[in-house]
C-alpha cells in the first residue's frame, strides 16, 4: 500500500504515537488521550469519533474509565473488547495507587491513602465499604471491601468490621465508603456509626484512624474535620 493509498487515520494513529513519546500525556486533551488509548484495542479503524462520542456519553475522560462496562459497551462503535481495555485502564490505575501506598514503609501523608480512595472507591455507582488494615508500624497489611449497597446506602455492621480486622491481623484499621450523588459530607448516621465502629474495635486493642468518605473529585475525612478523636 502506498503512502497516498493508506488511510488517513493511520498517519493521525502515527503522530498521536509520537506525540506521547516525545511529551506524555500533558499536552493531550481528553478526546486525544481516548483515540489513542482506544488504537491499541482497535485495529482498523478511525478512532476520533469514538473517543467523541464517549466523551459526548459520559461528559469526562474520568467518567469514561469510570462507567461500567455495560455502559461503554451501550456506545455504537465500542464493542466488548474496547470496554474491556477501558475497563483494564481503570483497574491498572487503581492497583497503580495502592502499590504508590505500599511503597511506603509508613504511611506519612494522608495524601496518600486519599489517592489510593479516590483511585478505589470512585468509580462506583453504588455505596462500598471497604477497610484498609495497618500494622502497628501503620504500613498497609491489605485492603477489602466488605459490602456493597445500593445509590444511597450500604449495609455492614461494626461487629463484621471488628472481625475482618481481626482475621487481618490489623493493628489499625482506616475505614472508607464512597458517596455516588457525589457529595461527600458525613451523614449523622455516618459519623454514629464510626463512632460505634471506633468503640467495639477499642475493646479488642484495635484503633480506627479514620472514615474516608469519596465524592465525585472529593474527600471527607472525619478524623481531619473533628468527628472522631
Given amino acids: 500500500m502506498t503512502e497516498k493509498e493508506k488511510p488517513s487515520h493511520l498517519g493521525h494513529r502515527e503522530r498521536l504515537r509520537k506525540k506521547f513519546a516525545s511529551a506524555g500525556l500533558d499536552s493531550f486533551l481528553d478526546h486525544e488521550t481516548l483515540e489513542l488509548l482506544l488504537t491499541y484495542c482497535i485495529a482498523r479503524k478511525d478512532t476520533k469519533p469514538l473517543a467523541w462520542a464517549l466523551l459526548k456519553r459520559f461528559g469526562s475522560l474520568s467518567a469514561v474509565l469510570d462507567a461500567d462496562y455495560e455502559e461503554l459497551c451501550a456506545v455504537e462503535g465500542i464493542g466488548t473488547q474496547s470496554a474491556l481495555f477501558l475497563k483494564l485502564i481503570r483497574s491498572t490505575f487503581k492497583k497503580y495507587s495502592l502499590d504508590g501506598v505500599k511503597e511506603k514503609t509508613i504511611i506519612r501523608s494522608p495524601k496518600q491513602v486519599i489517592d489510593y480512595c479516590k483511585a ?3 468509580c462506583h455507582h453504588e455505596e462500598c465499604f471497604e477497610l484498609i ?38 493493628y489499625a484499621v482506616i475505614l472508607v465508603h464512597n458517596h455516588p450523588s457525589g457529595d461527600p459530607t458525613p451523614s449523622a448516621e455516618d459519623i454514629m456509626f464510626t463512632k460505634e465502629v471506633t468503640r467495639a474495635a477499642s475493646l479488642l486493642g484495635i484503633s480506627v484512624h479514620d472514615h474516608i468518605i469519596v465524592g465525585k473529585g472529593t474527600h471527607y475525612s472525619l478524623k481531619a474535620n473533628g468527628k472522631i478523636q
Wanted: no cysteine; net charge positive.
Fill in 133 to 170: 488494615y495497618l500494622s502497628v508500624r501503620n504500613t498497609i497489611l491489605g485492603t477489602e471491601i466488605v459490602a456493597k449497597g445500593t445509590l444511597d446506602r450500604v449495609n455492614v455492621s461494626a461487629r463484621k468490621i471488628v472481625e475482618r480486622a481481626l482475621a487481618a491481623k490489623a
Fill in 120 to 122: 478505589s472507591l470512585a
